[in-house]
């Protein structure tokens, strides 16, 4: 799907912070080959850039408007336009890292041992994903969806329940790796502005829909979403609005 690296990145703050936590537990000193999988705009792969300064850094990203982004920021990264369901590494790595992208993919019952696959002995699988598409500010995109005129269009193009509980990560990945450590953490974020949820959303989940509707369809949707999410998530009187998001972390050495 195409994606908007200045909308993503008006969150870029939050939205890295989770990967900054999962690089701290990842017990490497020195890898030599690292891999960012669903890099975007590359303000993940700027943290590994910056804490192993002598491995060989690749950032893998299936969007090109995420790459150019990237390559903009960093030309001491490789930057590939791949898949991660199809791309492989030359050969295994030390370091397969992943922040808030691998929901975007299905099938992780495959995807997991395949990941684990692709890292060599003594390196680290690390990956964060989103874990709360239970949460109203899905649920309530499901509902603008049921809504809509144009709920046929839209509903494929909906993630359901992508992430599975941490119990399912670890019995994908106990037989490949040595070492299993699988978390959650709920940030609560303290977003400004009006309908602040809406635009957050706006820069990944709610994107693929209205990329998919009519232009003029595209206001409306938006502004029932933007109701919805207001009465689950209210502005509060000094203006902020809290956003609690759940997300899923694992470290896992080969
Ligand atoms: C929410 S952004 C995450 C960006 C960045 N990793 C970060 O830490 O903020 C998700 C990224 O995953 C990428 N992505 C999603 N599915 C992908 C796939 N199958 N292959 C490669 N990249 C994919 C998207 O293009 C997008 O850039």
């Not at 684990?116 to 990956?127: F, I, K, N, W, Y």
């Not at 019995?171 to 809406?198: A, F, K, N, Q």
Request: aromatic share 10%.
């Amino acid at each position: 799907m195409p994606w908007d690296p200045a909308q993503y990145l008006r969150f870029g703050g939050y939205r890295t912070r989770p990967a900054i936590d999962l690089l701290a537990r990842v017990p490497l000193a020195a890898p030599r080959t690292v891999y960012d999988l669903g890099c975007g705009p590359g303000n993940a792969t700027r943290l590994l850039r910056e804490r192993w300064p002598a491995a060989h850094v690749t950032g893998v990203d299936a969007s090109e408007e995420m790459l150019t982004r990237a390559r903009a920021s960093r030309p001491d990264v490789d930057w590939v336009l791949a898949d991660i369901a199809s791309w492989r590494p030359p050969r295994p790595a030390d370091v397969v890292f992943s922040n808030a992208a691998l929901h975007w993919l299905g099938d992780h019952a495959r995807l997991f041992p395949a990941l684990a696959a692709q890292v060599a002995p003594g390196g680290v699988l690390a990956v964060q994903m989103p874990d709360g598409f239970h949460d109203p500010w899905h649920t309530l995109m499901h509902e603008a969806v049921r809504e809509s005129p144009y709920r046929e269009k839209l509903e494929p193009l909906l993630l359901v329940d992508p992430v599975g509980p941490p119990s399912f990560y670890f019995d994908l990945l106990s037989p490949h790796m040595r070492d299993v450590d699988v978390w959650t953490t709920i940030y609560l974020h303290v977003l400004e502005g009006g309908d602040p949820i809406m635009e957050w959303t706006k820069g990944s989940a709610l994107k693929p829909l209205l990329d998919a509707l009519p232009e003029s369809e595209r206001a409306p949707f938006e502004s029932r979403y933007a109701e919805l999410v207001r009465a689950a998530y209210p502005r509060r009187a000094d203006g902020t609005t809290l956003f609690p998001f759940q997300r899923l972390f694992i470290v896992a050495v080969r």
